[in-house]
Nanobody, 119 residues
């Protein structure tokens, strides 16, 4: 199994920046793609960005050019650098990781960290 712990959320003014971190523990050698999702009040959880072990990335159109996902495989950590934040970025941000366990792919989620952008 894999456990994920996020940190770095908080309150920031529009136009500001935040950096989220997500540390993985457990069966870390089996981890493949990691990513960030977010969920705003009354909305469905949506993909923000994801990154493979090789460093290939995908971003939601709404964050392209503003957010950057990266990972440190040696430290088993994934990061989300968020710049030029907007009020619509306000949400709970969840870290996720796909991992191989008992012959199948499984998925772990962190507990979430709140990001609030004031206008």
């Amino acid at each position: 199994q894999v456990q994920l712990v996020e940190s770095g959320g908080g309150l920031v003014q529009a136009g500001g920046s935040l950096r989220l971190s997500c540390a993985a523990s457990g069966s870390i050698a089996s981890i493949n793609t990691m990513g960030w999702y977010r969920q705003a009040p009354g909305k469905q959880r949506e993909l923000v960005a994801r990154i493979t072990t090789a460093g290939n990335t995908n971003y939601a159109d709404s964050v392209k050019g503003r957010f950057t996902i990266s990972r440190d495989n040696a430290e088993n950590t994934v990061y989300l650098q968020m710049n030029s934040l907007k009020s619509e970025d306000t949400a709970v941000y969840f870290c996720t990781a796909y991992f191989w366990y008992s012959g199948v792919w499984d998925r772990a989620w962190g507990q979430g960290t709140q990001v609030t952008v004031s206008s």
